[in-house]
């Protein structure tokens, strides 16, 4: 289970740090899922009102280059994921403090009203501008898992998130607007791969195969897709998986990475 620090428990520097920077803290609420933070809270400030407040300490080097990555990327995805209103480095944390977004967590299910204000928003990452960063390329992922010709085929110059899982889509409670939060994983790749990813977490959360392919078919991208492309990706990935949690176990996600290609 992931450790989580409370507000009242967090070191008296990083403390007054951030309340340098957002007034005082009068309320706060932890928040249990996540994976990449110690901490994790929604906290009330006299200056800033509500913020989502996330981070880590010093020695958790994964952890804090996660928030470095979205610290960087914050600026290029901004309206699609949070803005950070403040990056706190101090007595052994580094915290970041987002705009709060007052909502929940996105509904895969089939016929949830959620699906169409997904497909917006995953439409609109199509035109993120990819910032000059050394951001990982896709086919660096799969290394060690790719045949010949295939990091060729995952080449491109989008940006993508590529962990569409719903917590880490919060869907507003005011105007019921998609927002993708946690960019730690983001790569760059071809640009239908993120609504490639999302129609199998569709599948994952109960739809058919002919829903998922439906509401896929309605991302642009997707239907310019250069199929050898499609196939590199489903190939890589089942590959990887299969090694890692062995071919049994990794049968259901393979079989539903497969309907893609079908």
Not at 103 to 121: C, E, I, K, Q, Y
Request: hydrophobic content about 40%; some cysteine; overall charge negative.
């Amino acid at each position: 289970m992931t450790e989580r620090v409370p507000w009242d428990q967090l070191p008296a520097g990083i403390r007054t740090a951030i309340e340098d920077k957002t007034g005082t803290v009068t309320a706060s609420t932890p928040v249990a899922q996540g994976l990449n933070c110690t901490t994790a809270q929604i906290i009330t400030t006299l200056g800033n009102g509500r913020l989502f407040l996330k981070g880590v300490r010093d020695t958790d080097a994964d952890g804090a280059a996660a928030l470095r990555w979205e610290e960087h990327l914050n600026d290029t995805v901004g309206g699609i994921s949070p803005t950070i209103r403040h990056a706190v480095h101090a007595d052994g944390w580094y915290c970041l403090l987002f705009v709060y977004v007052d909502g929940r967590n996105a509904d895969l299910s089939p016929h949830s009203p959620d699906l169409d204000a997904l497909a917006f928003t995953i439409r609109r990452m199509h035109r993120l501008r990819t910032p000059d960063l050394p951001i990982p390329r896709l086919a660096d992922r799969f290394a060690g898992y790719l045949m010949p010709g295939e990091a060729e085929a995952l080449a491109g110059e989008h940006l993508l998130h590529t962990d569409t899982n719903p917590h880490n889509i919060v869907i507003s409670n005011r105007g019921g607007t998609a927002y993708i939060v946690d960019w730690a994983r983001a790569t760059v790749g071809p640009a239908w791969v993120d609504a490639a990813y999302t129609t199998v977490r569709l599948m994952e959360y109960g739809h058919g195969p002919a829903s998922a392919l439906g509401w896929l078919r309605g991302i642009p991208s997707w239907r310019s897709a250069d199929p050898k492309s499609v196939e590199a990706l489903v190939s890589a990935t089942c590959r990887q998986w299969a090694a890692r949690v062995g071919q049994t176990s990794a049968a259901a996600s393979n079989e539903r990475f497969q309907q893609l290609v079908a």
